[in-house]
């Protein structure tokens, strides 16, 4: 059996597997509070798990890995950027909207102010994050089977596409957040399963000595001991004082950009208290965190037994290195058969993992269109619950047929800075508006509406204006220069931006609630009112 | 809504409340100073990996240099502030937390 027919099999069970989860959520869906918060009724551990299964994208998996293989330890900058933010969701966040919110981001927002301009501002950037990323991960779905399936044509890879779309709608449009939450229960086990594996037999190759490891990679990169170090692929010295700029700026994006981002907002909705929510994050720290670490021995693995030659060969990008590490490794250890089977696994679980992040993906902006939009502003909350979630199923497949559309459009462009720029507008737009909601008295609708529009627009227009989209070999443009922007993250201008708008839109308007902000103070506290999970 | 339309007035009375100012000073006295702690503490592993190179590429064991262990240390100090405030939470927030939590349910 090749290796292309393995994955496919394995690909098919689990394909198999959570169509049959998706058919026992729907059976479960029937309410509002279950198809955007499962019921609220998942575990703490549950749910920590599908925190990590939302999260860990294959950006974050073959993606840093690559990086970490080509580039040596600036890969390794991301993953502590992409951890650290857990603390900011942890501290500041998650509980306090667990209490005070009921299915979106922008019922905290809502709570104290005129919901419909608040609730436009805040559907309009929560679509507009999901549908960046959700169009970075769909381009990377077509690129990555099409890599690892052997499939070159343009035809087959959207056809790739248009599956892994089809697969996606279904679980959301029938599942809803329990179907899609028990997907990514799955995913994140299958995943860590899959690198805790592939870690543990590189170690084992080089008799668990990491300083063994490290060299090997280091001599094989032909770059020495500068692999090791920072510089190689960010703020290098060639790039001048702005590429350092730009390495603080990327920094400061992903820091601050997790507790934006409404896919992993809503999973907080997704457990019966506050305290199941902090208890949650730590989870989801505690498997994120690990994930990372092995992360780092698979691309410092796959540097060192694979080579940075092998891997730009497959792919320039470096994506298709753990993969090959798990090739590689695999023919060390137990001959091609190994090598085979193993090569097999982590194309399944790199399958899985898209299918699981692109699902959360379209239930988040889903739920804002039915919820934010339609519910609320369009219907001015004259909606029945039925209505609502019949509207929420509707949107989840419009929003999954047309980034089918983009994706396959979009092909071959290089669209991984939409992640970047994901991360940008939900630290730039969503988290000053969270942060002063939540704490600051005198915040109101003024001070939101132009916290969210000034931080989305700020970072928008940076990266249209950066090196990203024209004016370098790289740009989406290249053969165009209208740059005039010299970082390719716009955070470190764009985050300051949000939080200045915020403030500015506060002070120039007189409204101020007491009564209300009492409320949301002494509810987000304490929990009092706050959502109860339901019982079936 | 699945919940009750509260009062303004007792979520008023509570906010003036000793026991809940006490709380939101537990609360931010440990979050706040907390998060620009690692904030700073994070910033500056990100400039010292731009600028202080030579410093992140001395060699340690082996191996494993500043860099490195600066990187793992990341990890640490994530995981111990996790784990600290989950301690906090549980000693200090919750109890009083779930106290008022009783009396405002109890007035309604």
Redesign the interface.
């Not at chain 1, 090791?228 to 510089?231: A, F």
């Given at each position: 059996m090749s290796s292309e027919a393995l994955s496919t099999t394995l690909f098919l069970i689990f394909v198999a597997a959570t169509l049959g989860i998706t058919f026992w959520a729907s059976r479960n869906t029937k309410t509002a509070?279950d198809y955007y918060a499962g019921g609220r009724s998942f575990s703490a551990a549950q749910n920590g798990m599908a925190i990590g299964g939302d999260y860990m994208s294959a950006a974050s998996f073959l993606g840093i890995a690559g990086i970490i293989a080509l580039s040596g330890?600036d890969g390794?900058?991301y993953s502590?950027?992409f951890?650290?933010a857990?603390?900011?969701a942890?501290?500041?966040v998650a509980e306090l909207m667990r209490n005070s919110g009921k299915f979106t981001m922008a019922d905290v927002l809502a709570f104290r102010m005129s919901p419909r301009p608040v609730r436009t501002a805040a559907g309009v950037s929560t679509i507009t994050v999901s549908i960046f990323y959700l169009l970075a991960q769909m381009v990377g779905a077509g690129a990555l089977v099409g890599l690892l399936l052997g499939i070159d044509s343009p035809a087959g890879k959207a056809l790739t596409i248009i599956g892994v779309g089809i697969l996606m709608i279904v679980y959301v449009v029938f599942g809803g957040m329990k179907g899609t939450t028990w997907v990514q229960i799955v995913k994140a086990v299958l995943l860590m399963t899959g690198a805790a594996l592939i870690t543990l037999l590189v170690l084992m190759q080089f008799g668990f000595n990491?300083?063994?490891l490290?060299?090997e990679a280091?001599a094989e990169s032909g770059k020495g001991?500068?692999f090791?170090?920072?510089?190689l692929k960010y703020?290098t010295e060639a790039q001048g004082l702005a590429g350092?700029i730009d390495?603080?700026s990327l920094?400061?994006a992903l820091?601050l950009g997790t507790a934006g981002l409404p896919h992993i907002l809503i999973r907080f909705y997704t457990v019966p208290t506050a305290?199941d929510a902090?208890?949650s994050?730590?989870w989801g720290?505690?498997i994120i965190?690990v994930f990372?670490?092995l992360t780092l021995v698979l691309g410092f693995g796959a540097a060192a037994l694979v080579g940075g030659k092998a891997i730009t060969a497959a792919d320039k990008a470096g994506n298709t290195a753990a993969p090959q590490l798990a090739k590689a490794i695999g023919d060390l250890m137990f001959g091609t058969v190994g090598g085979t089977i193993l090569l097999a696994i982590i194309a399944a679980v790199a399958f899985a993992t898209i299918l699981a992040v692109v699902a959360g993906l379209t239930l988040a902006s889903s739920s804002s269109f039915a919820h934010d939009l339609y519910a609320h502003v369009i219907k001015r909350g004259k909606v029945t619950e039925k209505e609502e979630v019949r509207v929420a199923r509707i949107s989840a497949f419009v929003i999954g047929a047309a980034s089918i559309g983009l994706g396959i459009l979009a092909q071959g462009q290089n669209v991984a800075f939409l992640v970047a720029l994901a991360f940008a507008v939900a630290a730039s737009g969503n988290l000053p508006a969270i942060l002063f909601s939540l704490f600051w008295k005198r915040f109101n609708t003024a001070g939101a509406v132009s916290a969210i529009y000034g931080g989305l627009l700020s970072a928008l227009i940076l990266v249209i204006f950066s090196p990203v989209v024209s004016g370098s070999k790289t740009a989406l443009f290249p053969g165009a220069d209208f740059s005039w922007f010299p970082l390719q993250n716009p955070g470190i201008i764009s985050i300051p931006l949000g939080f200045l708008f915020g403030w500015i839109g506060t002070r120039m308007s007189k409204e101020y609630n007491?009564?209300?902000y009492?409320?949301i103070?002494?509810?987000s506290?304490?929990?009092?009112?706050?959502?109860?999970a339901t019982q079936h | 809504m699945t919940t009750k339309e509260h009062d303004a007035s007792v979520y008023e009375q509570v906010q003036t409340s000793q026991d809940f100012q006490e709380l939101k000073r537990r609360f931010r006295a440990w979050t706040f100073p907390m998060t620009a702690a690692f904030l700073v503490w994070y910033l500056l592993y990100v400039l010292l990996s731009g600028w202080a190179r030579d410093f992140m590429g001395i060699k340690l064991f082996g191996n494993i240099n500043v860099a490195l262990v600066f990187g793992v240390l990341q990890f640490v100090s994530t995981f111990w502030i996790a784990w600290a405030y989950s301690r906090h939470a549980a000693k200090k927030l919750d109890p009083l937390a779930d106290k008022l939590r009783h009396e405002v349910e109890e007035k309604q």
């Open positions: 509070a330890y390794f900058l502590i950027g951890l650290v857990w603390l900011v942890l501290l500041l990491l300083s063994g490290l060299g280091a001991a500068a090791l170090e920072p510089g703020g350092k390495l603080v920094g400061i820091v305290k902090r208890k994050v730590i720290i505690g965190g990372y670490l007491a009564a209300k009492a409320e103070e002494v509810r506290l304490t929990g009092v009112g706050a959502e109860q | -």
